[in-house]
């Protein structure tokens, strides 16, 4: 066990666990931080998408020593106070959601997609590995769009 000293959503936090526990794990059964869903565990279906210093990851095979010193960001850490970001409010707009599992990390994933291509192209979008077993796709590339054109009028 060591001291893994690192930001969750603008807070500082300090938890004692071995280097190599997933980050997922701290986040959820140590800090309570429910948002970053645990789906498969192995980096497949990416429900736990979160950001590591503005960075797309996935915690459930992200070793929480990575996080030391970093800032990362989960679903919970993207509004500004009660204005939703854009594509939180897309997602809503566009009544993207069936059962909600994978949407945190839909919307993350989404998000990221978004800060590297202001813009995307339906292909774009398609590279988003997430996975909804409802199938939620079309409402899903339609929020992304626009997400994308909220963002170009800001």
Wanted: one cysteine or more; hydrophobic letters at 40%; charged letters at 25%.
């Amino acid at each position: 066990m060591a001291e893994q000293k690192f930001v969750v959503n603008g807070v500082a936090v300090s938890v004692d666990l071995p280097g190599d526990m997933p980050l997922l794990w701290a986040l959820r059964d140590e800090l309570g931080v429910r948002g970053p869903k645990y789906g498969c565990g192995i980096g497949v279906c990416h429900a736990c998408t979160s950001h590591l210093d503005g960075e797309e990851v996935l915690p459930c095979v992200t070793p929480v020593s990575d996080a030391v010193d970093k800032e990362v960001t989960t679903i919970e850490g993207l509004a500004d106070g009660d204005v939703l970001h854009p594509v939180q409010q897309a997602w809503i707009d566009e009544d993207v959601s069936q059962c909600g599992y994978c949407q945190p990390g839909q919307i993350m994933a989404a998000v990221a997609l978004l800060k590297r291509i202001p813009d995307p192209t339906d292909e774009d979008i398609d590279t988003i590995e997430n996975v909804c077993r409802c199938g939620t796709y079309p409402r899903i590339r339609r929020a992304i769009k626009a997400a994308a054109k909220a963002m170009s009028q800001r």
